[in-house]
Each structure stands twice: as C-alpha cells, then as structure tokens.
C-alpha cells in the first residue's frame, strides 16, 4: 500500500499486512481530519515514510504527524507504543483494506450517523 500527502513532500508504504482498519469518532481525530479519521495500523517494520514530517503532540498519551506544507493528517502514534497508525484517505487505491469497527463512538458529531453495520465500540 503507497500513500502520500496532498502536495507530495511525504511519501510512505506500508506492508500489506498491516490491516487493522478503523474509523475513529474522537474529539480529537474530528478536529484534526475535519471528520472521522481513517486508519490502519502499522508496526515499524511494516511502514517506511519519506519526507519531514511534523509531530505535534496532542495529549500526554499520543502524538499526530503532519505535512508542513500542506498540513495533511497523516500518522497518530501513542508515546508509548512503536506502531504507527496511518490514514486511510492518504492511500491509493486500490488498498485491499476494509474497515473493520468504529472506534470512540461516544464522542461522535451529532450530525452524522453511522449505518454501515459495523461494530461500533464506545
Ligand atoms: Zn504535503
Ligand atoms: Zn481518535
């Protein structure tokens, strides 16, 4: 799976066996995505990235990386965990991947539903 940011100063790929795919609901991924974040789960040797990346840590537990330039959302890693999450919507197509569940439901936007049948955890 190849992914990059909307002007292309960073690139990454990811193993195909990094499959974990979820739709996060939280405060948090809302405002830094403009809605849901979509992403899948990646250990380190599972994903090489290209380019500068910005990290800017968003809470005592997690930190988010973004394009400089362009400021797209791309990665979310836990300080205290190696793996890496990714966004769904940086990726080609196609991806191979389905979502899986949504995840912080309890925080959701009140102005959307979730009908796709998924599990939903809050
Ligand atoms: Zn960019
Ligand atoms: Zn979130």
């Not at 380019?51 to 997690?62: H, R």
């Not at 990665?75 to 191979?96: K, R, V």
């Amino acid at each position: 799976m190849k992914g990059s940011c909307n002007c292309g100063a960073i690139h990454f790929s990811v193993a195909p066996e990094a499959n974990r795919a979820v739709a996060c609901h939280c405060t948090k991924c809302r405002k830094q995505s403009g809605h849901v974040w979509a992403s899948g789960q990646a250990a380190p040797d599972q994903i090489s990235i290209t380019g500068d990346v910005t990290w800017y840590k968003s809470s005592e537990k997690a930190k988010r990386g973004f394009c400089p330039t362009c400021g797209c959302f791309l990665f979310w890693q836990a300080h205290d965990e190696d793996a890496i999450s990714f966004a769904l919507g940086a990726l080609q197509n196609p991806t191979g991947l389905a979502l899986q569940e949504h995840i912080f439901v309890a925080d959701k936007g009140d102005y959307y539903d979730i009908n796709d049948g998924l599990p939903q955890k809050d």
